[in-house]
């Protein structure tokens, strides 16, 4: 138990859904992040948030839509995904200014597109 | 701008060493190693600021060189315990946070 939880744990969804992905951390921390990992790729980044604000985009498809309410709640929300965005997507926060503690990661969303 | 890791795989027998190498092309803040066993979160290790310093953690060491922004981390005597994907994570600026390609340790009896 890390304390960052994500919801759903699995799921399948067709090309013309829409869907959202949740992470929940009650850790106190100010960043949180959106990963995605694929098989026998590196982790990407594919947003950053702090304070509430996107500070990074990683030239992510419109198709992935983020959403930080408070500090302590990060979606993303998923619509007319294709199936190269099947994935593990991973939710992570930390406290920064950067440089001091680790990235506290969820148990991640595996995510299937049919 | 994402580390790279190598190699990509280890295979160990218990007790022996491994070294795995993660390098930037730019200049960092930080590095973060952190360890992905299967179905699991990754887990964080040990995290080295600019400054050259090394850090251990149980048998587990890396040593981050400043001036070639280039990490290392060292398996000392491996257990069965290590087993499990590695990733080095950087910081360069702000809060981004970017991970290499990750490198798979197997550790058998």
């Known amino acids: 138990e890390t304390g960052v939880t994500q919801t759903p744990r699995h799921l399948v969804m067709g090309m013309t859904n829409k869907k959202s992905l949740k992470c929940e951390q009650h850790?106190?921390?100010?960043?949180m992040y959106w990963y995605k990992q694929s098989a026998k790729k590196p982790l990407e980044l594919m947003f950053v948030?702090?304070?509430?604000?996107?500070?990074e985009n990683n030239s992510v498809p419109s198709r992935f839509s983020p959403e930080c309410p408070n500090s302590s709640h990060l979606f993303l929300h998923l619509h007319t995904l294709q199936p190269e965005d099947s994935a593990l997507y991973l939710c992570?926060?930390?406290?920064?200014?950067?440089?001091?503690?680790?990235?506290?990661f969820g148990q991640g969303t595996r995510l299937t597109v049919v | 701008q994402q580390p790279v890791q190598s190699p990509q795989a280890v295979i160990l027998r218990e007790g022996e060493d491994a070294v795995i190498n993660c390098s930037s092309s730019?200049?960092?803040?930080?590095v973060h190693w952190y360890r992905q066993k299967h179905g699991e979160a990754p887990v964080f290790l040990m995290i080295l600021l600019k400054g050259g310093e090394q850090k251990g953690h149980d048998k587990i060491s890396a040593s981050f060189n400043e001036k070639k922004q280039q990490s290392s981390l060292y398996l000392t005597a491996s257990q069965l315990s290590y087993s499990g994907t590695y990733f080095c994570?950087?910081?360069?600026?702000?809060?981004?946070?970017?991970f290499g390609a990750g490198t798979t340790v197997t550790v058998r009896a």
């Open positions: 850790l106190g921390h100010n960043a």
């Open positions: 994570g950087t910081e360069i600026i702000g809060y981004k946070l970017s």
């Open positions: 992570a926060s930390r406290q920064t200014p950067r440089g001091t503690p680790e990235a506290f």
């Open positions: 948030y702090n304070f509430k604000e996107q500070t």
């Open positions: 730019k200049a960092l803040y930080s």
